[in-house]
């Protein structure tokens, strides 16, 4: 069984720091993207950083220069370092993975991201 398991979210204060981890388990995901999205309330979920399977990586707008995706293979886990950040970072973070570039075929369940002013 597949799985990806999200993890390091909680409540912080703006300007603070938190690193998430996704722990995959059921196969492995070095030759896959890895992605991590996100979904504040009453919004859509929409893709925060994706790390490619060649090392790539990509960021939407609004993180630049605060966040870092990474990941290790040999743990089969991924992060995302999240600095400076602001309430409208506040949302339920998702791990997710796919073998083609743009479709995300695996899903973890989400960890929760607050940020207070």
């Known amino acids: 069984q597949v799985q990806l398991v999200e993890s390091g979210g909680g409540l912080v204060q703006a300007g603070g720091s938190l690193t998430l981890s996704c722990a995959a388990s059921?196969?492995?995901?070095?030759?896959?993207?890895m992605g991590w999205f996100r979904q504040a309330p009453g919004k859509e979920r929409d893709l925060v950083a994706a790390?490619?399977?060649?090392?790539?990586?990509t960021y939407t707008d609004s993180v630049k220069g605060r966040f870092t995706i990474s990941r290790d293979k040999a743990k089969n886990t991924v992060y995302l370092q999240m600095n400076s950040l602001k309430p409208e970072d506040t949302a339920v973070y998702y791990c997710a993975g796919g073998r083609w570039t743009g479709t995300y075929d695996y899903w973890g369940q989400g960890t929760r991201v607050t940020v207070s002013s």
């Open positions: 059921g196969r492995t995901f070095s030759d896959y993207n």
């Open positions: 790390i490619m399977w060649s090392g790539s990586t």
